[in-house]
């Protein structure tokens, strides 16, 4: 029996367990009495715009370490849990489309490209936490190979742009409505994502 399921990378199942631990002791050192540990775990994790100019951290190598560190911390269950059910349904399609191995270069790619335009956009701000910019990295790259695929293969484009327009409209309203949802960094992993996914889509054409 064939097993037709798209299975998620074991990469993408790593990040997830990583991401929803994080939380997890963060959460549960809140309920136990120790909440500084979620600010002081943010002090040395989170990204913070002014590092890149100042490039004095807490502990040697933090100005490049955050780029990473950042996007496996989160800020409440409901955070975590949105970006990694996001994180599992997008990667599942990306997968099928693409492979394990560009879909990884992509999350990487947008996390880092997420936090740039985030400290040009705010270059005094910090502490910035989420996987939602690289999260928002790989739907552009899925949108823009979708677009190739299909216009190669002359099917209408209407379904994706609807697909797309869903995705921005609750950006927007998040933001609406979470005024604290770091937008720059949506947009900066969307946009390299988007590129990529071009890239690949007329690469593979």
């Not at 496996?72 to 994180?87: F, K, Q, R, Y």
């Amino acid at each position: 029996m064939i097993d037709r399921e798209p299975r998620l990378p074991l990469w993408v199942r790593a990040l997830i367990l990583t991401c929803l631990l994080a939380e997890g002791i963060l959460s549960v050192a809140d309920l136990a009495g120790y909440p500084a540990l979620r600010p002081a775990t943010f002090m040395l994790g989170a990204f913070w715009s002014p590092l890149l100019i100042q490039g004095v951290g807490l502990y040697p190598g933090q100005g490049v370490a955050m780029f990473l560190t950042y996007g496996l911390l989160h800020g409440g269950l409901l955070h975590v849990a949105m970006n990694m059910v996001s994180l599992a349904a997008i990667a599942r399609e990306l997968n099928r489309m693409i492979g394990p191995g560009a879909m990884a270069l992509t999350y990487l790619v947008s996390q880092i490209a997420a936090a740039l335009l985030f400290a040009v956009m705010q270059p005094q701000a910090g502490p910035m936490i989420g996987a939602s910019g690289a999260v928002f990295g790989l739907a552009g790259a899925l949108v823009g190979y979708a677009a190739i695929n299909l216009t190669r293969r002359r099917k209408a484009l209407t379904p994706l742009f609807r697909s797309v327009g869903l995705i921005l409209l609750l950006n927007v309203a998040l933001t609406v409505m979470m005024p604290s949802i770091a937008w720059q960094a949506h947009l900066g992993g969307a946009a390299a994502g988007l590129i990529i996914g071009l890239a690949l889509g007329m690469r593979r054409s």
